[in-house]
């Protein structure tokens, strides 16, 4: 089951360069299996949710009914619904969303989000910037307010907007303290990006 969805997911995510590739899959299957390890909860329907979840991003050109289509007479229907909630709930849309109700969704949202901040997070942002051609940084942008997808942004921007948000807003203990060093991480490069933009 897990070699098959492997190679679902591959082919899925082959031609990603949004910083949404098969490598960042397998950063939050590992991070998810990690957490687990502490927190508990069914380690099935963690990985399979966690190497599953990118394939439901619409800004991927992904859907959840592709995620219902292969799980269909793979796992129990239980199983399959579990893992579509916690695919459908965990993403971030503005920080605003319900909070995800079981311990396996907690802890691939987690996955998610630990995989968001940090070096990495820094690293995939500017990728993704660069993907959807928004500026690197624009001097006197606002950062946007919850919601609001239409008004001007930049990739700096991003930061404030969600990424430094999210250690908030950790599920478990685990992944808790796993995001404070991260977050740290990032206020350090941004006050260092910020001090040399202005030189």
Known sequence: MINETEQFVRAFHATDFSGHDYAHIERVRKMA???????????????????????????????????????????????????????????????????????????????DRLDAIGAIGIARTFQYGALTQAPMHVPGFRPRKPGD????????????????????LMNTETAKHLAAERHTFMVEFLERFQKEWEF
């Open 33 to 111: 299996l990690r957490i687990a390890a502490t927190e508990g909860g069914d380690l099935l329907t963690i990985e399979l949710a966690a190497l599953l979840h990118d394939v439901a991003d619409t800004k991927l050109g992904g859907t959840l009914s592709s995620v219902d289509a292969f799980l269909s007479g793979k796992v129990s229907d239980a199983r399959k619904q579990q893992i579509l909630q916690i695919i459908e709930s965990m993403s971030f849309k503005g920080g605003d969303r319900p909070a995800v109700k079981t311990l396996e969704g907690k802890i691939v949202q987690d996955a």
């Open 149 to 168: 997808r239409t008004s001007p942004s930049s990739t700096i921007n991003h930061f404030y907007e969600k990424l430094l948000l999210l250690k908030d």
